[in-house]
């Protein structure tokens, strides 16, 4: 949504485009502890689905909308004004122009955030809260003797990442095919 909002100019743009950029320079313990702190003055307790997601958004975030500003870049608008030419409201425009176009993008865009965010163990270290995550558990196996369990957990996550791809891939032959029928 970032990448398309940035398709226009809007007021503020260059500021909040800087400041989303800015969390890829700054280290990541000040960030999360930031973050941690930041939850603990507003009386929230710091958990894993609130401020250690906000942790890893402000890593994998600025990332996605530069992946979808390239996207959107040689992205041509002409479909989107052929669409409205015939007469598709903004939201058909939408569904059934822009988003079979940037799919395989966004699908992309959400693998690399996963993979960039499986590691992040400082950024989370500090925002979990009392219940462990992937990364911190994954630290919490290599700093004793290494068990089957790590190469297991490896197995699945690249065994998943194999099936988005391959899912994805499959939506888009089934698609492709369903047009050509129709």
Do not use: C
């Not at 307790?45 to 975030?61: K, R, Y």
Request: aromatic fraction near 16%; hydrophobic fraction near 50%.
């Amino acid at each position: 949504m970032a990448g398309l909002a940035f398709r226009r100019k809007f007021i503020g743009a260059s500021a909040l485009f800087y400041l989303a950029v800015a969390s890829l320079v700054v280290p990541s313990i000040i960030v999360s502890l930031g973050i941690g702190v930041l939850f603990s003055q507003f009386g929230f307790q710091p958990s894993w689905f609130t401020s250690a997601f906000g942790a890893h958004l402000t890593w994998t975030l600025p990332f996605g909308v530069l992946i979808m500003f390239a996207v959107f870049n040689r992205f041509s608008p002409s479909y989107e004004e052929a669409a409205r030419d015939l007469g598709a409201t903004a939201w058909q425009t939408f569904s059934n122009v822009v988003l079979p176009m940037i799919a395989p993008s966004l699908i992309g865009v959400g693998l690399f955030g996963f993979t960039l965010s499986y590691d992040e163990f400082a950024r989370t270290l500090m925002t979990s809260g009392t219940y462990n995550t992937l990364p911190l558990e994954i630290y919490g196996m290599t700093t004793n003797v290494t068990t089957p369990v790590l190469y297991a957990l490896g197995t699945v996550t690249t065994v998943f990442s194999f099936l988005v791809i391959a899912g994805t891939l499959g939506l888009i032959v089934y698609l492709n095919r369903a047009r050509a029928r129709g």
